[in-house]
């Protein structure tokens, strides 16, 4: 099963899109603060699919509702690859929205389950971050694809066409799951147990302090990560066409090959520091001590981004994105096996899902900011465009050191 998990990751990370979606929006001449209100709105819809579709995969079955999740994805693909106006973007990043959904937590429960009926749970981290570096290489070989197909194609939007394939094959994949990592499915489950089970795990999560404190942290990192992270697109732009080489080529094809480049890197890094996580919690003692540490590593991270992005020294600031994704790898494995230590398998992908619907919130709130912010800075004349970006999350990180490490101590 390792390898069907592999293999489940290698393929969702196909996503020959994601080092080019802001460039597209860009493209299509969106401002920032357009984009961030596209990024709340798809953060919004999975907030209100999220914790439901949890306690849809565990009453009725995961492989279900992974499968529900590979064809929305599907569905959100074409219309990306298909729609020019801004509004009906909507409803590419709906459907998109309703892939996440019902695929966020619902895997990492058939992970866990699987551990247990092994007996293998004290190796939750280590097996957790090697399927998850599965992942990232899916990632970087998806990169070397995506920038041939824009070079060839001179065009960011065929990209999501080319991404349908490997989500075809991983609703093959699901169909060779086996049948006792569904969970334990109640057959004839009316919505009504589906609403008891959602509102019985809610009260869980807020009841259990240590599950409070872990969302907190979830909403801090996952959730400014995702309203940054992207921004490193158009600061490689930037740094390329600024770049005296490949001058012959048209600006969509040298962003591109320079894109490709760095983001080629920067998912090995990130499999790397996902494989290695575990070694985190080792050398620091155990997995509490281990996510404090690499808090402190972010917020050095942040406050790097900020100056050097206010400085327009685009090549430090690539450096110091890239470093922010490697931290988030060798966060994330941690995160939920902290988070699993609270969670019963009955209530597992409830509990995850209510995590990532915490980290959504936070995206929700960040992204339109974040945007406005940049737009503002750069209408100004402020600076380089896209410094509050660091601002923010240095913030954020340095309120988090500052409490919820301190509650750690009581």
């Known amino acids: 099963m390792l390898a069907r998990f592999s293999i489940y990751g290698f393929l969702k990370n196909q996503r020959y899109y994601e080092p080019f979606i802001i460039l597209l929006f860009l493209e299509r001449g969106f ?3 357009q984009i961030g209100f596209l990024v709340a709105f798809r953060e919004i819809c999975i907030n209100v699919f999220e914790v439901p579709s949890g306690a849809m995969a565990d009453m009725y079955g995961r492989r279900r509702c992974m499968m529900m999740s590979f064809t929305a994805y599907i569905i959100s693909f074409a219309l990306f690859g298909f729609v020019r106006i801004y509004m009906h973007f909507f409803a590419a990043m709906f459907f ?14 058939m992970i866990f ?3 247990r009926l092994q007996g293998r749970t004290d190796e939750k981290t280590r097996v957790y971050g090697y399927t998850r570096s599965w992942s990232k290489l899916g990632s970087a070989f998806s990169i070397i694809i995506a920038t041939l197909f824009v070079i060839f194609t001179e065009s960011y939007s065929s990209v999501f066409y080319l991404s349908i394939v490997p989500y075809v094959l991983g609703l093959v994949n699901f169909m060779y799951y086996p049948i006792e990592l569904e969970g334990h499915v109640r057959k004839g489950a009316a919505l009504r147990d589906v609403l008891d089970n959602l509102r019985t795990t809610l009260h869980t999560s807020m009841r259990v302090r240590h599950l409070r404190r872990l969302i907190v942290e979830s909403m801090a990192f996952e959730g400014v990560f995702n309203a940054a992270k992207d921004y490193l697109q158009p600061v490689i732009r930037s740094m390329a066409l600024a770049l005296p080489l490949f001058v012959y080529m048209e600006n969509t094809r040298r ?3 320079v894109v490709g480049m760095v983001y080629f890197a920067l998912h090995l890094l990130s499999a790397w520091a996902s494989r290695k996580s575990h070694r985190i919690t080792q050398c620091a003692g155990g997995e509490e001590q281990g996510a404090s540490l690499i808090w402190k590593g972010v917020l050095f991270i942040y406050l790097l981004l900020a100056a050097v992005l206010y ?6 600031a690539i450096a110091g994105f890239v470093a922010l994704y490697v931290m988030q790898n060798l966060w994330r494995p941690i995160l939920i096996s902290r988070f699993d230590e609270y969670a019963t398998e009955e209530r597992g992908a409830t509990v995850l899902s209510i995590e990532s619907q915490a980290k959504s919130v936070s995206t929700i709130l960040v992204a339109p900011l974040l945007g406005i912010a940049v737009d503002y800075v750069n209408m100004h004349g402020l600076g380089g465009a896209f410094w509050p970006v660091g601002a923010v999350g240095a913030v954020i990180a340095f309120i988090i050191l500052t409490t919820v490490n301190l509650q750690r101590k009581q």
């Open 31 to 33: 401002s920032f603060t």
């Open 113 to 115: 389950t699987w551990l």
């Open 255 to 257: 962003s591109a090959i």
């Open 311 to 316: 400085l327009k020294w685009y090549y430090m």
């Open 96 to 109: 998109f929205a309703i892939g996440e959904a019902f695929r966020t937590g619902t895997h990492k429960a």
